[in-house]
């Protein structure tokens, strides 16, 4: 599992804006994108984001 301390300090590599946790992914609050986590490492690159647009 994700330390929610690290969801304090990162922000989205795109918009720069916060983070969530949902689902075992990392999602930005404002332009959707889904970062994945992989061994509980999230890999916060802009091309390897999904865009959800039904996500809020």
């Keep these: 599992m994700l ?3 690290i ?4 922000a989205c590599p ?3 804006k916060d ?3 949902k689902e075992e ?3 930005c609050v404002s ?12 890999i ?5 984001a999904e865009l ?3 996500i809020r």
């Design 3 to 5: 330390n929610k301390e």
């Design 7 to 10: 969801l304090k300090i990162i």
């Design 14 to 16: 795109r918009c720069k």
């Design 19 to 21: 983070v969530i946790l």
């Design 25 to 27: 992914k990392i999602i």
């Design 31 to 42: 332009c959707n994108r889904q970062y994945p986590i992989k061994n509980n490492i999230p």
């Design 44 to 48: 916060m690159i802009v091309e390897e």
């Design 52 to 54: 959800n647009e039904n």
